[in-house]
């Protein structure tokens, strides 16, 4: 079949995107999907940081390629193998396919999953195969996380999404649980296991960050920080349950957050994915403290960190990946705790574009000016 897409087809790019135009929307041609493999009407598909890095070169991929990891949508015809789905079913998709049977899986910990990992690093999905190609030459279009989401319709692996309950909820909303709250909320909740009465600090105000900070109110946190350098986004973290923002460009503001949290505060998680919002993080982190990282960084950029601080205050610096989620077992809780009203994510949105419009809205995110914008499908 054929479906319009928007696909990358070279990087890095250029902003102003809106000027250089690195997503064309184009119609491409899409193979069914393989035995264990679904056909999926995309419903919503959000922008996240995770696709500008590869727009701006961040994170290198194989080019070209259809972008979009953050997605929902209905399933509309599986593949021979598959027993547990059915057309019609509600799907939300998830960044990191998980095969269930390598190490990390086996440890639960499918997030680590070591075949999903190569997978994506090789722009095909979990089979090995890609069934997105040019309508000219037949030429391979890489797909961007197993997901390709920036697109009318995909073709999934089985194991890249979850099936949910969720007739209710909007696809632009419901997309939001395939990143966003995932590698946010999982990581105040799966690796920071924040208790209640707990102090956490936020740095970083995007749309994971600030589902992070919703996480950190449902988890019980009593003093939540903000931390970011747009008073905009602050003021938006305030709304949200921040009891503390913080300009990050405020002078001496290390001092002066140690100070307010009573020499810093149980959880400092970074999620800019600047090393500065690191050294910021670290630095605010109490003695005996937890700071965790789930912003991705350049390849290139690297940490420092005394060691005798390590020792010395027994510090614990992690990383985060997909919030260390188990995708069936915590996007269904996710949106348990949202229709409970505890975790209102519909307050991250701030734009729902047409697939047209795709690069324009990469540069309001990479501007800083959008929290999470969503394209939504007919």
Do not use: W
Request: aromatic share 4%; hydrophobic share 40%.
């Amino acid at each position: 079949m054929k479906t319009r897409a928007a696909v990358l087809k070279s990087s890095p790019a250029s902003a102003p995107f809106a000027d250089s135009r690195p997503l064309v929307i184009e119609t491409v041609e899409l193979d069914p999907p393989g035995p264990d493999e679904v056909l999926v009407k995309i419903g919503a598909a959000g922008l996240c940081h995770s696709d500008l890095s590869v727009i701006n070169g961040n994170r290198p991929r194989p080019v070209p390629m259809v972008l979009g990891h953050e997605a929902a949508g209905t399933i509309v015809r599986i593949g021979s193998a598959i027993r547990d789905l059915r057309p019609g079913d509600r799907v939300v998709m998830t960044f990191q396919p998980t095969c269930g049977s390598c190490l990390p899986c086996a440890e639960g910990r499918p997030a680590l999953c070591i075949p999903g990992a190569e997978a994506n690093g090789r722009g095909v999905l979990m089979s090995g195969a890609i069934r997105l190609h040019d309508c000219h030459d037949h030429h391979a279009i890489h797909h961007h996380c197993g997901v390709s989401g920036y697109a009318e319709y995909a073709v999934i692996s089985r194991h890249s999404l979850v099936r949910v309950d969720a007739d209710d909820i909007p696809f632009e909303e419901l997309a939001l649980f395939g990143c966003a709250v995932q590698t946010g909320v999982g990581a105040i909740l799966n690796t920071c296991r924040v208790q209640p009465g707990q102090s956490v600090a936020i740095v970083g105000l995007g749309g994971v960050g600030l589902a992070a900070l919703l996480g950190a109110v449902a988890a019980g946190a009593t003093d939540i920080l903000a931390i970011d350098l747009s008073d905009d986004k602050l003021s938006v973290a305030r709304d949200l349950g921040a009891t503390r923002i913080y300009n990050a460009a405020e002078p001496g503001l290390v001092e002066t957050i140690r100070a307010d949290s009573g020499g810093g505060v149980d959880h400092a998680v970074e999620l800019a994915g600047a090393v500065p919002a690191f050294e910021l993080a670290y630095a605010i982190t109490r003695r005996g403290g937890q700071t965790v990282t789930a912003g991705l960084a350049a390849p290139t950029a690297e940490f420092r960190i005394p060691a005798v601080n390590v020792v010395a205050d027994e510090r614990t610096v992690k990383g985060s990946y997909m919030g260390s989620c188990v995708p069936q077992r915590d996007i269904p809780r996710f949106i348990r705790l949202y229709r409970a009203g505890k975790l209102p994510v519909n307050r991250l949105l701030t734009g729902r574009l047409r697939l047209e419009d795709i690069n324009e809205g990469f540069d309001l995110l990479d501007q800083g000016k959008a929290i999470r914008q969503v394209v939504v499908f007919d």
